[in-house]
C-alpha cells in the first residue's frame, strides 16, 4: 500500500497527490453543490490498480466531507464509482445512474 497525501489545489482545480517525486492529479469543475471530476493523470510508475483505487477512494472522501454531489466525466471515475456503488451512490445527483 503506497501512503500518499491528498491535496487540493483550488487554483489550478485539481487533486493531487505526489508519490516518489511523481505526481497524480484529477482535474475538477466545481458548481454550485456539484463537483464535475473531469480529467484522472497518473504517471506509467504509479499506473497500477492499487494506487487508483487508493487515489480515487482519498478524492471522494474528501468531497464527501463537503457534502457536494459527484458528476464523473471521465471514464475511469465513472468506472470506479459504478465498481463501488453501494459506497458512494449517495454521492451522484438524482437522476444520475452510471
Excluded: W
Excluded at 471522494?60 to 471514464?75: Q, R
Aim: net charge positive; with cysteine.
Amino acid at each position: 500500500m503506497i501512503d500518499f497525501e491528498l491535496k487540493d489545489n483550488a487554483f489550478l482545480r485539481q487533486f493531487e497527490a505526489c508519490v516518489e517525486g511523481e505526481m497524480a492529479k484529477i482535474e475538477y469543475a466545481a458548481q454550485e453543490r456539484k463537483i464535475f471530476l473531469t480529467k484522472l493523470i497518473v504517471p506509467d510508475s504509479l499506473n497500477n490498480s492499487s494506487f487508483k483505487e487508493a487515489f480515487l477512494t482519498k478524492v471522494l472522501d474528501h468531497i464527501g466531507e463537503s457534502k457536494l454531489k459527484v458528476m464523473p466525466t471521465c471514464p475511469e471515475v465513472a468506472s470506479f464509482l459504478k465498481r463501488n456503488k453501494f459506497k458512494y451512490q449517495g454521492m451522484l445527483p438524482i437522476g444520475i445512474r452510471i
